[in-house]
């Protein structure tokens, strides 16, 4: 019996419809995010999500993009 594949947890960014913040973060929770930081002013929040479900996320009604957190590492001089 194999077990199945679980996708790593990558973090996000995500702008939402500011006017439905609220409902359009309770159902990307449902989702499968787990949020991390939320700036409804703005209408963006951002958090972790296995891999394999951002298509998910972006298929939520109100999400408006989605886009992987980036680390930018630069040398010491």
Do not use: C, F, K, W
């Not at 960014?13 to 995010?33: K, N, W």
Request: no cysteine.
């Amino acid at each position: 019996m194999s077990v199945p594949h679980r996708s790593e947890p990558v973090g996000v960014i995500l702008a939402v419809d500011p006017g439905r913040y609220a409902e359009v973060t309770e159902s990307l929770r449902r989702a499968g995010l787990t949020v991390t930081g939320e700036q409804p002013v703005l209408g963006t929040l951002s958090g972790t999500v296995a891999e394999d479900r951002i298509a998910a996320l972006e298929a939520v009604d109100g999400v408006e993009s989605v886009d992987r957190e980036r680390t930018n590492r630069i040398s010491r001089p």
